[in-house]
């Protein structure tokens, strides 16, 4: 882990291995000059997907929106930069309500993505997007190294390195570096299972039931990865999502735990000497070039309102948002 110093060997350490990381370390050392290192072990290309990497939160803000709108396109050029314009592709999501408050929030989601130039149709029990943004991880991933080395990012899978800032950018880092008792009051540690099915195929290539905790994304070779959140029911939630046939075949499951906020709103900020990034969900990586203006103390001035707005010692009234109960269950 990093120590915090002034006469610190890097400027900045970003700790974690999520995509949001890497993005992250790069723009800092190639865009804004920074001295960055990246501590965190390369993803196994055999683990399970944790996040979708889809530039469509569950968020009903409309400034939310307007930011993140923005960094697509960024994230599009970023990846152009990269000599990976094909890794930002598009595809379809159903977002389903079984609850009559969720329906209504989903409502409000839809006409906010609308607004923000979404395509947007109404399905039997929700709403479906298309053509939304989504990364290839993997694709990324491939490339990442030799694009960070070329940045000028230094890279170590473990130990402690000197640094005048660390950031602690996945839901992994924070829970190695923060004890519970020392982690913002609005985080909570969640128990995930993703796990890959054979299966037939879905209605649409993503589908996301927000009261069952449960988001299915269709495979190549007939078969399913389903993420489901909690630690109850989770068979019963994932068969009632899974068009069969049963008993399904299961290759693979991981199970690991993820950080969530009681009130749907990201955290981003200082806790005491390392500043935390939490809560982005599965858009996390499309904020890289916001928050690497963050970070190098360059933001722009709609940037810096909302970045102050989420900062872990900040009132979150005015920034709540909307939360399924099945997300908000620890």
Not at 261 to 274: E, F, H, L, S
Request: contains cysteine; neutral net charge; proline residues 6%.
């Amino acid at each position: 882990m990093p120590q915090c110093g002034k006469m610190a060997e890097f400027d900045i350490a970003i700790v974690g291995t999520s995509l949001l990381c890497g993005l992250l370390a790069g723009v800092l050392a190639r865009d804004h000059g920074k001295k960055v290192v990246r501590i965190g072990r390369s993803r196994s290309a055999q683990r399970l997907p944790r996040s979708l990497d889809l530039a469509l939160p569950l968020a009903t803000r409309p400034e939310t929106w307007r930011l993140l709108r923005r960094a697509e396109a960024e994230t599009r050029i970023l990846l152009g930069s990269m000599g990976l314009p094909e890794s930002a592709g598009v595809s379809e999501v159903e977002l389903v309500a079984d609850l009559p408050p969720t329906a209504a929030a989903l409502d409000h989601h839809a006409h906010m993505a609308l607004g923000h130039g979404h395509q947007v149709r109404r399905t039997e029990t929700g709403w479906a997007f298309r053509r939304v943004t989504k990364l290839d991880a993997e694709a990324i991933e491939r490339r990442l190294g030799e694009w960070l080395a070329a940045a000028g990012a230094a890279t170590i899978d473990d130990g402690t390195v000197d640094a005048a800032t660390a950031v602690l950018a996945d839901d992994e880092a924070i829970l190695d570096g923060i004890v519970e008792a020392d982690r913002p009051a609005p985080l909570f540690s969640q128990a995930m299972t993703s796990t890959l099915f054979v299966s037939r195929s879905l209605p649409a290539p993503i589908r996301r039931f927000a009261d069952r905790g449960v988001t299915l994304v269709a495979r190549p070779g007939n078969t399913v990865l389903a993420i489901a959140s909690g630690e109850q029911d989770v068979d019963a939630r994932l068969a009632s999502t899974l068009p069969g046939p049963f008993p399904m075949k299961r290759l693979a499951t991981t199970r690991y735990r993820r950080l969530s906020t009681r009130d749907g709103a990201p955290i981003i900020g200082k806790v005491g000497k390392q500043f935390l990034i939490a809560g982005l969900g599965d858009a996390a990586p499309f904020f890289a070039p916001a928050l690497a203006r963050l970070i190098a103390g360059t933001p722009e001035p709609d940037e810096k309102r909302w970045f102050t707005a989420h900062d872990p010692v900040k009132n979150r009234t005015a920034i709540a948002d909307f939360v399924s109960a099945a997300e908000a269950t620890a």
